[in-house]
């Protein structure tokens, strides 16, 4: 049995912590270890859950609620992977499993491509709520499934995972990448109210929630493949750029594509930075820049 009550704070977590944290099972799935959380623990996803879910009130697009209200998910205790898969399955498919934290790139990629969403089983210490460098419980499981429950986004991640595998062949994971961190992860979706969240890192983020959709620092720019692809991001801090799709169907399209003739053309040609601003963008809003501006001094 896993026990996430008895991992130390600031400890690094699966991947992060080397090989010699591997589990033993190949696939780097482990039991969730629900029984195993603390009283302090379940207080850290209240706390979470609770400012979040009130944050997100008019940010969040209108699935990202549809998704959460039809889960059982609640601010009292954290979710328990067997009941989030048994309501998921039923909807789309899909399933969570308990991972020890960040795996390998072709187990995540075969995990996707069987609709199966690796979560961490870890949540951050009380002192962590702001910025966690790795993906944890909450992340995962209140960033990510509820847009799992959306039947276009539960095909466009599955697709992702089938195009992970054949990208690591192809030596083109990097671009690849581009595409998951500025859509399932840092997306934003036009809505008839205006622009509204759909990606788990911002979700999950009570600082860059309010960031993505309401500052007027960052730029924000029509979605378009090729221009994504060759965009690098930030790891490291909130986006410089999000890029907006007009509509969840368009997620549709990208999983349809035929990626093969964009990596012959990604092999040669420009990469971008996250603030750059191209004459052929489509620009949503042209941003001031001054939060990274004034970062850098």
């Excluded at 302090?40 to 940010?59: I, N, S």
Aim: hydrophobic fraction near 40%; charged fraction near 20%.
């Amino acid at each position: 049995m896993n026990a996430p009550a008895n991992v130390p704070a600031n400890t690094k977590h699966g991947l992060a912590a080397g090989d010699q944290a591997a589990p033993e099972r190949p696939d780097w799935t482990i039991d969730q270890g629900w029984s195993s959380y603390t009283p302090a623990q379940h207080a850290v996803w209240k706390t979470l859950f609770e400012r979040q879910t009130k944050l997100l009130q008019g940010l969040a697009c209108d699935d990202f609620v549809k998704g959460m209200d039809k889960l059982p998910i609640a601010a009292d205790q954290i979710p328990n992977f067997e009941a989030l898969s048994e309501v998921l399955y039923k909807a789309t498919g899909w399933q969570v499993v308990a991972v020890p934290g960040l795996v390998p790139d072709d187990v995540f990629f075969d995990h996707l491509a069987n609709r199966r969403f690796p979560s961490g089983n870890f949540i951050r210490g009380a002192h962590e709520l702001d910025y966690l460098e790795e993906p944890d419980v909450f992340h995962d499981v209140f960033g990510h499934v509820p847009m799992l429950m959306h039947p276009v986004m539960a095909d466009f991640i599955q697709a992702y995972g089938v195009g992970g595998l054949r990208a690591q062949k192809l030596g083109r994971l990097k671009e690849l990448a581009r595409v998951y961190w500025y859509t399932v992860e840092f997306g934003l979706v036009r809505q008839s109210e205006g622009l509204r969240i759909y990606g788990a890192g911002i979700a999950s983020s009570f600082t860059e929630s309010r960031f993505s959709v309401q500052s007027p620092s960052p730029n924000r720019i029509a979605f378009e493949l090729e221009r994504v692809m060759r965009t690098n991001y930030r790891i490291d801090d909130f986006q410089e750029v999000y890029f907006v799709l007009d509509s969840l169907d368009d997620l549709l399209a990208l999983a349809a594509t035929d990626f093969a003739p964009l990596y012959e053309r990604l092999a040669t040609g420009p990469n971008y930075q996250p603030g750059d601003v191209l004459g052929t963008d489509v620009v949503l809003h042209q941003g001031s820049g001054e939060y990274h501006r004034s970062k850098r001094g």
